[in-house]
């Protein structure tokens, strides 16, 4: 701090004061015409050191809240702006997965529109054919129309890493929310979510099943072990023929709990197919080729772990693990026989 006691030290000090806290009392003081009396001097100078010395602390004082408050508003900007940025992210995640699937779809019109001469060598008409024209991601594919095929326009869940990839998901069970108690025209047109628990359609599936075809079913119990079971040769006839299952050259570790229902119709709850004198859809309360009635319900009642060894109406594959267990997952999938990856 200044130590002088002299006169001009004090000009220099209010000049000082003026200038940087431009005080108006100090102002006045400067105005005022000096005082001669040398005590008074003094203690003016003194009582101006202790207000300096105030006024600077406080100026400080200041300073460091300002500085505090300025850094936490540049911190709480940087968190803003760090925050919208990973808000911005993740809307061009979703925007660019979904342009992806856009397109895709677009690919897919285009296509259809393009391939007005074409032949069944080039259709679009399952996974199989995707995945031969390149499309390797997994995931929901539209088919177009195709009016050569006699197809119509059609979502389908493509399959194109397990296995080889290119097959057509026909069914799935994991989710568990949605019901397969249906009935026959629902069992005809297909019903649930193609991403999550769904039937394709017995039309759907006598559509892709005319060319020849391999069925691969695939199992999972609660205690997370797979197991599969695969038809060299798999096809429904048409409705007509109540959709009537032939299968073929069984392969697979989780036995064979499809051959009991080779030869039979498909039944639902409100058409009794089946070949027993019970009404199997209404006790397997499932749509299925029942005969008298199952070895297998793979579209029956969901149950979680815990309620799965109550009823023989679950999700069973008695070869694996007998009529009162539900199992966890499934999943249908086909692929023409020629299929060469
Ligand atoms: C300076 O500080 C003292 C003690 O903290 C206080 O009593 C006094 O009023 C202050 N003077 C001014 C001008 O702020
Ligand atoms: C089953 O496999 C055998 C041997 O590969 C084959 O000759 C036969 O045609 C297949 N059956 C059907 C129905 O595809
Ligand atoms: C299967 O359905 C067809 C026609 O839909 C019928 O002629 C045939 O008798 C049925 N078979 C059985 C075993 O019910
Ligand atoms: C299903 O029945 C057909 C005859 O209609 C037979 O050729 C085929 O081998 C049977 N499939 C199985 C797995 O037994
Ligand atoms: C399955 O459950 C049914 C009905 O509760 C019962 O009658 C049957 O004995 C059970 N079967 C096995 C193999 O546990
Ligand atoms: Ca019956």
Redesign the pocket.
């Known amino acids: 701090m200044v130590k002088s006691t002299a006169a001009p030290c004090v000009a220099i000090l209010l000049l000082f004061l003026t200038e940087t806290l431009a005080q108006r009392p100090m102002n006045k003081r400067l105005a005022a015409p000096p005082k001669p009396a040398k005590a008074q001097c003094c203690d003016e100078v003194r009582s101006l050191k202790v207000q300096v010395a105030n006024l600077t602390s406080l100026l400080e004082e200041l300073g460091k809240k300002q500085e505090a408050d300025l850094r936490t508003v540049v911190k709480q900007m940087m968190e803003l702006d760090q925050q919208s940025r990973l808000q911005e992210a993740r809307v061009m995640e979703a925007e660019s997965k979904y342009s992806e699937i856009h397109n895709r779809v677009e690919i897919m019109q285009l296509q259809a529109a393009q391939s007005a001469t074409h032949t069944t060598t080039d259709a679009i008409y399952d996974c199989a054919s995707l995945f031969n024209k390149n499309y390797k991601i997994s995931g929901e594919y539209r088919l177009p129309k195709d009016d050569f095929l006699g197809t119509p326009e059609l979502s389908v869940f493509c399959d194109m890493e397990n296995n080889g990839g290119g097959w057509t998901v026909i069914q799935r069970r994991k989710v568990g929310l949605t019901s397969f108690n249906r009935d026959w025209k629902q069992y005809k047109h297909g019903f649930g979510n193609i991403r999550g628990d769904f039937w394709l359609g017995n039309e759907h599936i006598f559509r892709l099943t005319r060319q020849p075809t391999v069925l691969r079913i695939e199992l999972e119990d609660w205690e997370g072990e797979v197991r599969y079971a695969e038809y060299g040769f798999f096809t429904v006839s048409n409705e007509l023929n109540s959709y009537k299952l032939f299968i073929a050259n069984y392969s697979g570790n989780a036995g064979d709990s499809l051959r009991y229902h080779n030869n039979t119709n498909f039944s639902t709850k409100n058409k009794d197919n089946d070949k027993c004198v019970d009404d199997c859809a209404q006790l397997r309360q499932g749509g299925y080729w029942y005969n008298c009635c199952t070895d297998s319900n793979l579209n029956g009642v969901f149950y979680r772990y815990g309620s799965h ?4 109406d679950g999700i069973t594959w008695y070869a694996w693990h ?3 267990y539900s199992l966890k997952r499934v999943e249908m999938k086909i692929r023409p026989q020629n299929f060469a990856a």
């Open positions: 060894a109550k009823n023989m007998g009529p009162n």
